[in-house]
C-alpha cells in the first residue's frame, strides 16, 4: 500500500466515524471556529523526521483535502528532483479545539506542566493557522526553552520572558520547507489539540491518544503482560542492533538533533548485559547468543587483578574502580550463568565478590571509589545506588559459590540499610538485594524492611508524572518478595497496613504510563533520525535521551512484569482498569 493508498484508508478510517466528527466539530464550535476545520498530515520514510502540511476547510473533509494537495504537490516535486521518498507512515492530525494565550501565558504552562517537553498542545501562531505546528514537531525541535526542573521548584520563572525559541523554529521552517524566517514570535498564540491517527509500515492503523501524557501514542485498551512482551522484546533487539564489533554498545542519543552521546561507561555497559540474558530467556533464540557473548567478552577485558584472588571491573577512561561496576558485573555474570546453565565464570565471580568485600568498612557501608591501578580510596561515597549492586552482587555470589563469607558481607551491607533507612532513597537495587538476601536470610526484619521501601513510596511513585524507569523496577521485584512472604506464612505487624490491591494498582499505573517512553514510530517519526531510535525507550525530560541504561531499565521492570501480570490482574476491578485506561 502506498502513500495514497494510506491517505485513503486514513480518511475513510476518519470520516466514516460520525461520532467522532460530532465531537470535533463541537469542540471547534466552542473554540468560535465552527466553520474553520485544520487537519495536519504528516509523512515520514522512516530515514528522516517527518515532513507535516497542513490546511484549513469549511468541513474535515475540505480541510482534509487540501492539505493532502500540499503533501502530493511535495511528493511531485520530489519526483522531478529524482528523489526517491518511500512513505512508511503517515500521521493525520484533526484538530478539536484551539484556545488564543498571550505568549507569556507560555510561561503559565511550563510551570504547570513541571518537566520538560511536557507541553502537550499544538500551537499556531496565527488564526488562520498559515504558521501552525503539531505538538510534536514543537517539542521534536525544542521550539519552546523549558526552565529546569530547580528553576520550577523555587518558582524561579520569568513570567514576562518569550519562551518560545525564533532560532529554532526558523531553522525548523528553513531546513525542512524552504521557508522565509519569521521576524518575530506573536505576542498572540493559538494554542490547540487535536483528533490522530497514524497508519505504519504494515498498513495497520492506529486511534492515538489525544490529551494528557499519553498525547501521540496508540490507544492501548489494556496493558496486558503480552502487550508489553512485545514491546520489551522490540527493544531487546533494538539493543542488540547497536552493539558494535569489539563488544560494545553504541552508547545513545539525543535524538531531537540526531546527537551520539560521545561517552561510555562501564557499570551501564554491564548492566545492560541483562536486557540480552531476558532476550534469550524470552525467544530462546540462539542467534542473541553471539552478541551477548561479545557484550560479555567486552566487559572481562576491563577487568584486572590487584593480586590473584581479587578482580576489579575498571573504568579505564578515568582509572576507576567503582563499587557498582563490581556489583553489577556480578549479577550480569551470574544471570548469564543461570540461563545458559553454566559455571564458566564462577572463578571470575569469587574473584570480584572478593573485590566487593575489600570495599567494605567493618560497619557494613562501603567505599565507593578507588583508583586505579593503585586500588587506593579515592571517593567514600558517589551515587546512593552503588550500595544496593554491591549487596545485591554479593548476595548473588553466595547463591552460586555458596561461600559464608558473602552473605556475611550482604548481611552487614543490609544491616546498614535498615539502621540507615534506605526506604527514603527508593532505590530498586536496594529492592532486588532485599528480595535476594530473604531467600537465604528469611529474616521477619529484612521482610517489614523489604515491604517498608515500596510501602512508604507507593505514593510517589503512583502520582510520578516522569516514566521514572527503575520505579517499576522496585516495584515488580518488590512484589516477588511479597508473595514468597505470604507463601512462607509469617506473620509481620507492619502488613496490617499494607494493601496488596494498591500495589497491584500501582504497578499498573507505572505499566501504562511508562509506554508514553517507548519510541513507537508515531514518536520516532518527529526525531531528526528515527531509525536511530525506533523501538528504544528514552526519556522524554531529558531531550528524550534514549541511552542503554534507560533502555535497560525499562526492559528490566517490564520483563518481570510480563511473568506476574496474571496475579497482579487479578487484585485490579473492572473499575479501576476503566478508569485507568480511559484516561
Not at 505576542?187 to 486511534?207: G, K, M, P, Q, V
Not at 523489604?450 to 515488580?476: D, F, P, Q
Not at 496475579?567 to 484516561?583: G, N
Request: aromatic letters at 14%.
Amino acid at each position: 500500500m502506498g502513500l495514497n493508498e494510506k491517505i485513503s484508508a486514513l480518511k475513510e478510517h476518519v470520516l466514516s466515524d460520525s461520532t467522532l466528527l460530532e465531537e470535533i466539530s463541537h469542540g471547534m464550535a466552542q473554540s468560535g471556529r465552527e466553520d474553520s476545520f485544520v487537519v495536519f498530515i504528516s509523512i515520514c520514510d522512516g530515514k528522516s523526521r517527518a515532513l507535516v502540511f497542513h490546511d484549513s476547510g469549511a468541513s474535515v473533509s475540505d480541510a482534509w483535502n487540501k492539505a493532502y494537495s500540499r503533501v502530493a504537490a511535495k511528493i511531485k516535486e520530489f519526483a522531478v528532483q529524482k528523489k526517491k521518498y518511500n512513505t512508511v507512515w503517515v500521521k493525520v492530525d484533526v484538530v478539536d479545539s484551539v484556545q488564543e494565550i498571550n505568549v507569556l501565558d507560555i510561561n503559565k504552562r511550563m510551570r504547570e506542566v513541571y518537566f520538560a517537553n511536557f507541553y502537550r498542545n499544538g500551537l499556531a501562531f496565527d488564526s488562520d493557522f498559515k504558521t501552525a505546528f503539531l505538538e510534536a514537531e514543537v517539542n521534536g525541535n525544542k521550539m519552546l526553552q523549558y526552565y529546569s526542573e530547580g528553576e520550577v521548584r523555587r518558582n524561579d520563572i520569568g513570567y514576562q520572558s518569550n519562551r518560545v525559541s525564533l532560532e529554532n523554529v526558523n531553522a525548523y521552517l528553513q531546513r525542512y520547507y524552504k521557508r522565509a524566517p519569521i521576524r518575530q514570535i506573536p505576542e498572540r498564540l493559538f494554542e490547540f489539540t487535536a483528533r490522530s491517527f497514524f497508519c505504519d509500515e504494515n498498513n495497520t492503523i492506529y486511534d492515538l491518544y489525544s490529551s494528557g501524557q499519553d498525547t501521540g501514542r496508540r490507544v492501548i485498551h489494556e496493558t496486558t503482560g503480552e502487550v508489553i512482551r512485545e514491546t520489551i522484546t522490540k527493544a531487546s533487539r533494538y539493543l542488540e542492533s547497536i552493539m558494535l564489533p569489539d563488544g560494545r554498545f553504541v552508547y545513545g542519543y539525543f535524538p531531537m538533533f540526531g546527537n551520539n552521546i560521545d561517552t561510555y561507561n562501564i557499570v551501564r555497559h554491564a548492566s545492560t548485559l541483562w536486557s540480552l540474558v531476558n532476550l534469550y530467556r524470552m525467544t530462546g533464540d540462539d542467534r542473541v547468543l553471539p552478541k551477548l557473548d561479545a557484550a560479555v567478552d567486552y566487559m572481562i577485558t576491563q577487568i584486572e587483578y590487584s593480586d590473584k584472588d581479587t578482580a576489579y571491573l575498571v573504568e579505564h577512561n578515568v582509572n576507576e574502580v567503582k563499587l557498582g561496576a563490581q556489583g553489577v558485573a556480578i549479577i550480569m555474570l551470574t544471570e548469564y550463568m543461570s540461563v545458559l546453565e553454566t559455571d564458566k565464570y564462577a572463578e571470575l565471580v569469587r574473584c570480584l565478590a572478593n573485590g566487593v568485600i575489600k570495599m567494605q568498612n567493618p560497619d557494613g557501608t562501603f567505599i565507593h571509589v578507588l583508583e586505579y591501578p593503585s586500588y587506593e580510596m579515592k571517593e567514600t561515597f558517589r551515587i546512593i545506588y552503588y550500595d544496593g549492586e554491591a549487596v545485591f552482587g554479593l548476595t548473588r555470589a553466595y547463591s552460586l559459590l555458596k561461600d559464608e563469607k558473602y552473605l556475611q558481607a550482604a548481611k552487614a551491607g543490609v544491616e546498614n540499610f535498615i539502621e540507615k533507612n534506605y526506604v527514603i532513597h527508593r532505590d530498586h537495587w536496594v529492592a532486588y538485594s532485599m528480595n535476594e538476601i530473604t531467600q537465604y536470610l528469611p529474616d521477619p526484619r529484612y521482610f517489614e524492611f523489604a515491604m517498608r521501601n515500596v510501602w512508604e513510596n507507593l505514593e510517589e511513585i503512583y502520582n510520578r508524572g516522569t516514566s521514572y524507569h527503575t520505579y517499576l523496577e522496585l516495584l515488580m521485584i518488590s512484589w516477588q518478595t511479597l508473595e514468597r512472604l505470604l507463601e512462607s506464612g509469617q506473620e509481620i505487624p507492619y502488613m496490617s497496613q499494607f494493601s496488596i490491591e494498591r500495589f497491584a494498582q500501582t504497578i499498573y499505573r507505572r505499566a501504562r504510563h511508562m509506554l508514553n517512553g517507548f519510541f513507537y514510530p508515531e514518536y520516532a517519526m518527529y526525531m531528526k533520525q528515527p531509525q536511530q531510535i525506533l523501538d528504544s525507550f528514552m526519556v522524554r525530560h531529558h531531550n528524550y535521551r534514549t541511552r542503554i541504561d534507560d533502555v535497560q531499565h525499562f526492559i528490566g521492570g517490564y520483563y518481570f512484569y510480563t511473568i506476574y501480570y496474571d496475579r497482579i490482574r487479578a487484585h485490579l476491578s473492572e473499575e479501576f482498569l476503566a478508569e485507568i485506561d480511559s484516561i
